[in-house]
């Protein structure tokens, strides 16, 4: 065997070893992966399922204080949704959940004083628009609007205008379902 043979001999080992190195450190990694991905739980607040009462889903999306957030979380429905929404929307621009709105929104609850944006800027969109003091009425009256296969959705798309950060809000929001449900038994 001559040197060139040789040289070429070595070249395809070394390349096939870190071919094989590379593969099994890929393995690795997706198994790292997988497990990591099956260890997580779901984000606390974020679509997060509540429970189902008379045929409709509830569902916690209070960490969505954003127009993206809660963008993002329209993007996922198909079902019409009673839309619970509010807080301090004094320089939220909400129009780019317009689309969304047409869409999915059969009716919207604004909860707290401080939502004439919010009104105003679906108020051609939404056929029906109520106002809840707090988020207990808010599920009260979704729950009197929703039909079978609807989903009553919490999603704030903007900061409190209490003192209270999105856990409290999810908290309370859930602790309302929770008692529809208990009130209701299936």
């Not at 509830?58 to 993007?75: G, I, P, Q």
């Not at 609007?145 to 859930?174: K, Y």
């Given at each position: 065997?001559?040197?060139?043979?040789t040289?070429t001999?070595t070249?395809?080992r070394?390349?096939s070893?870190?071919?094989g190195?590379?593969s099994m450190?890929l393995?690795i990694?997706k198994?790292s992966i997988?497990?990591?991905l099956g260890?997580?739980?779901t984000?606390?607040?974020?679509q997060?399922?509540v429970a189902?009462?008379?045929?409709v889903?509830?569902?916690?999306?209070?960490?969505?204080e954003?127009?993206?957030?809660t963008?993002?979380?329209?993007e996922?429905?198909?079902?019409?949704?009673?839309w619970i929404?509010?807080?301090?929307?004094?320089e939220t621009?909400?129009?780019?959940?317009k689309?969304?709105?047409?869409k999915?929104?059969?009716a919207?609850?604004?909860?707290g004083p401080?939502?004439?944006?919010?009104?105003e800027?679906?108020?051609a969109?939404?056929?029906?628009?109520q106002?809840?003091?707090t988020i207990e009425t808010?599920?009260?009256?979704a729950s009197?609007?929703a039909q079978?296969?609807?989903?009553v959705?919490?999603?704030?798309?903007c900061?409190?205008?209490?003192?209270?950060d999105f856990?409290?809000r999810?908290?309370?929001?859930i602790?309302?379902?929770?008692?529809?449900e208990?009130?209701?038994p299936?």
């Amino acid at each position: 065997m001559n040197y060139l043979e040789t040289l070429t001999n070595t070249r395809q080992r070394s390349r096939s070893m870190a071919s094989g190195i590379s593969s099994m450190i890929l393995e690795i990694r997706k198994e790292s992966i997988k497990q990591s991905l099956g260890d997580m739980e779901t984000m606390r607040h974020r679509q997060d399922y509540v429970a189902t009462v008379d045929g409709v889903m509830y569902y916690d999306d209070s960490k969505a204080e954003s127009v993206n957030a809660t963008w993002f979380t329209f993007e996922n429905i198909v079902n019409p949704v009673i839309w619970i929404a509010g807080g301090n929307d004094k320089e939220t621009d909400f129009s780019d959940l317009k689309p969304s709105v047409r869409k999915n929104v059969r009716a919207l609850i604004c909860i707290g004083p401080n939502n004439h944006n919010l009104r105003e800027t679906f108020k051609a969109d939404i056929k029906e628009i109520q106002q809840a003091d707090t988020i207990e009425t808010a599920v009260e009256m979704a729950s009197q609007m929703a039909q079978e296969d609807d989903i009553v959705l919490f999603s704030p798309a903007c900061r409190s205008d209490r003192a209270e950060d999105f856990e409290a809000r999810g908290n309370r929001f859930i602790a309302s379902v929770k008692e529809l449900e208990n009130e209701r038994p299936q």
